[in-house]
């Protein structure tokens, strides 16, 4: 599917801005640069240091927010984007050019107008506002994480007293920040997720000029794409780590070699479900998961050494290597029974 723009248009396509503003003749940056900039200095940004991520930083040391996440996508969207950019130069203007500048800016805005505690909250604002505007009789939208960081870069952050357009970033970082490029009710398949709000229908309209009326309609730009896998990617490592540290996963279930593989039957049934994994794929995710019920057994020991006795390396040292003993003594016994059969 090629991009709509074509290769003379795009670059002052995606580097406009809605306030028609180029830059400066001193200016060293550029204009990805400055949107980067932007969102970095911004208060919104700075707001993200109290907003909890999945475990309240006031109750357990060490466990992400809002803004160490965002850094965290930051870094792994700039990192994708400069290995593709090695690997795949030559393709990437089929997915509407690629910038590490406006993934990188993209990822530190796309959480701007989230909730604390995620998608739970979310949901309930949302229900909380729609009640409001029906009891009200107001036509509007209710409320939406990525609506709301849109509403945010568009239109509530100001970069002055003159300041019209929000932080007025160019096209291609505000194509980048939506990772649902569509507005309220225009997808059926994900009626629950929209990019912006119809207050902001004129800053949409700018976002995707010339992709509403084609294939490209309802569909995000590579950067929006790599920014999105970065967000996954950063989210389902931390906040299993964050759990961890607060002692929410069951280690021992997983630990004892007797009842762990049905414990781990119970999660991936749990998984599946959830992702909507098709069968021929779970029997492929058990064999990982499961495998000899001791590997579980061992990585369950490990993780538990390495939270016990903070700063005790000789009992973690004593523990890893009575597990190599066991694991060492296993293999004989294993090797025995198969020169014997």
């Known amino acids: 599917m090629s991009f709509p723009i074509t290769d003379s248009e795009i670059g002052g396509w995606r580097e406009a801005r809605i306030s028609k503003t ?42 992400h927010t809002r803004l160490t996440h965002v850094l965290k996508v930051a870094q792994i969207g700039r990192r994708l984007a400069e290995r593709l950019l090695n690997l795949k130069a030559n393709l990437v203007d089929q997915g509407g050019g690629l910038n590490a500048d406006v993934v990188e800016a993209a990822a530190l805005a796309h959480d701007l107008g989230h909730p604390p505690f995620g998608h739970v909250v979310e949901e309930k604002l949302n229900d909380l506002a729609e009640k409001e505007l029906k009891k ?15 509403r945010l870069v568009t239109r509530l ?16 970082t505000l194509n980048a920040l939506l990772k649902y490029p569509w507005l309220n009710r225009k997808n059926p398949k994900k009626p629950k997720k929209w990019g912006a709000y119809k207050s902001e229908v004129a800053d949409f309209a700018f976002a995707r000029d010339q992709l509403g009326a084609n294939e490209w309609s309802q569909k995000k730009t590579l ?18 780590e964050d ?40 029997e492929e995710y058990k064999s990982i998961a499961i495998g000899p019920v001791w590997i579980a057994s061992r990585f369950g020991s490990l993780l538990w050494i390495s939270q016990a006795a903070p700063g005790s ?27 014997q059969a």
Request: net charge negative; glycine share 6%; with cysteine.
């Open 22 to 63: 180029s830059l400066a003749g001193h200016e060293s940056r550029t204009c990805f640069q400055k949107d980067r900039d932007r969102v970095l200095y911004s208060d919104a940004f700075r707001r993200l240091g109290f907003v909890t991520q999945v475990i309240s930083p006031y109750e357990h040391v060490a466990v």
């Open 136 to 150: 009200s009789r107001i036509r509007g939208d209710g409320f939406e994480g990525n609506a709301q960081s849109f």
């Open 157 to 172: 952050e100001g970069r002055g007293a003159k300041s019209t357009a929000g932080l007025d970033l160019t096209r291609a």
């Open 223 to 240: 950067e929006a794409e790599i920014m999105d896998w970065a967000d996954d990617i950063t989210y389902a490592v931390h906040d299993l």
């Open 243 to 282: 759990f961890y540290r607060a002692r929410k996963i069951p280690l021992h279930l997983l630990r004892d070699v007797v009842g762990s593989e049905e414990e781990i039957e119970r999660i991936l049934a749990h998984m599946f479900s959830r992702l909507e994994i098709e069968e021929p794929e779970r």
């Open 313 to 339: 390396h000789r009992f973690r040292k004593q523990e890893v290597d009575r597990l190599r003993y066991e694991d060492r003594y296993r293999g004989r016994r294993v090797a025995e029974a198969g020169s």
